[in-house]
């Protein structure tokens, strides 16, 4: 079986990791995860859910291709329209 070149990416407080990887015509983005996931920063516990290639969610089944960048996802911090609310009261 031919193996193919991804990426696995995460970035946040914890640090910032893009790791190439080797792996074989099949894999799907949460295996490649999964063979990431010790080289990720102390503390980063991935989440099937929390997944995406090139800013797009996808599910942990979808089998990758040639060049894809899986990306990890962190849960948000403050709800968005929250976070509106907070700056439009500052009037920034």
């Known amino acids: 079986?031919?193996?193919?070149?991804?990426?696995?990416?995460?970035?946040?407080?914890?640090?910032?990791?893009?790791?190439?990887?080797?792996?074989?015509?099949?894999?799907?983005?949460w295996q490649a995860v999964q063979q990431a996931a010790p080289?990720?920063?102390?503390?980063?516990?991935?989440?099937?859910?929390?997944?995406?290639?090139?800013a797009k969610k996808v599910a942990p089944e979808r089998v990758l291709e040639e060049g894809d960048r899986v990306e990890l996802y962190r849960p948000l911090t403050l709800d968005p329209m929250e976070a509106r609310r907070r700056r439009a009261s500052r009037g920034a």
Do not use: H, N, S, W
């Open 39 to 54: 080289a990720l920063p102390a503390g980063v516990m991935p989440d099937p859910t929390r997944i995406g290639i090139f």
């Open 1 to 29: 079986m031919a193996e193919i070149g991804v990426e696995v990416a995460y970035a946040g407080p914890e640090g910032q990791v893009v790791l190439k990887l080797g792996v074989p015509e099949g894999t799907t983005a």
